[in-house]
T-cell receptor, first 112, second 111 residues
Framework: EAQVTQNPRYLITVTGKKLTVTCSQN?????MSWYRQDPGLGLRQIYY???????DKGDVPEGYKVSRKEKRNFPLILESPSPNQTSLYFC???????????FGEGSRLTVL | SQQGEEDPQALSIQEGENATMNCSYK?????LQWYRQNSGRGLVHLIL?????REKHSGRLRVTLDTSKKSSSLLITASRAADTASYFC???????????FGTGTRLQVTL
């Protein structure tokens, strides 16, 4: 089954404790992206990747890192999480930058 | 980045009625996509309309695109309770990779 898998789905952590949200897709998609969704602000893009080893900033990259060492994986790293990073995070992938996006089920992160 | 703005923010209708939501954007596009999100879940792609198309249908969905007005509309005919969700438009410029989303239209379909 074609899918985008995110882990963990739910996480409560404390300020400053590094965490990684993993994202994996099994559709051989070149394009992958991370979004955060906050009430009243819609979905905002954090980082995106056009292909392996090619990543670029979205609209709200501060406080986040990403890497794309393999085509299927695109982890989101919070080196030192802060409470303002409490949010619902979505990973998405697409065959190309102009095509249909496939979304993961989301990761709800709470930073205390 | 190019972001669509959906209107209205919220819409409440009864089952069987049609629902229309609109999207406006600011710059030239390669295509425009509509997505649905059930509460707290991942977005699901509904339909993609290219800049050279004016209308597209998919089941009970009808999308129109007016590039001169930089606007699009999504019509859901004969709505069902299962259509209750938030709907987002995503204008895609084709040159950048920043497919962004607005705050969506929250559709409530009551029995």
């Amino acid at each position: 089954e074609a899918q985008v898998t995110q882990n963990p789905r739910y996480l409560i952590t404390v300020t400053g404790k590094k965490l990684t949200v993993t994202c994996s897709q099994n559709m051989n998609h070149e394009y992958m992206s991370w979004y955060r969704q906050d009430p009243g602000l819609g979905l905002r893009q954090i980082y995106y990747s056009m292909n392996v080893e090619v990543t670029d900033k979205g609209d709200v990259p501060e406080g986040y890192k990403v890497s794309r060492k393999e085509k299927r994986n695109f982890p989101l790293i919070l080196e030192s999480p802060s409470p303002n990073q409490t949010s619902l995070y979505f990973c998405a992938s697409s065959l190309s930058a102009t095509g249909e996006l496939f979304f993961g089920e989301g990761s709800r992160l709470t930073v205390l | 980045s190019q972001q669509g703005e959906e209107d209205p923010q919220a819409l409440s209708i009864q089952e069987g009625e049609n629902a229309t939501m609109n999207c406006s954007y600011k710059t030239s596009i390669n295509n425009l996509q509509w997505y649905r999100q059930n509460s707290g879940r991942g977005l699901v792609h509904l339909i993609l309309i290219r800049s050279n198309e004016r209308e597209k249908h998919s089941g009970r969905l009808r999308v129109t695109l007016d590039t001169s007005k930089k606007s699009s509309s999504l019509l859901i005919t004969a709505s069902r309770a299962a259509d209750t969700a938030s709907y987002f438009c995503a204008p895609n410029t084709g040159t950048a990779s920043k497919l962004t989303f607005g705050t969506g239209t929250r559709l409530q379909v009551t029995l």
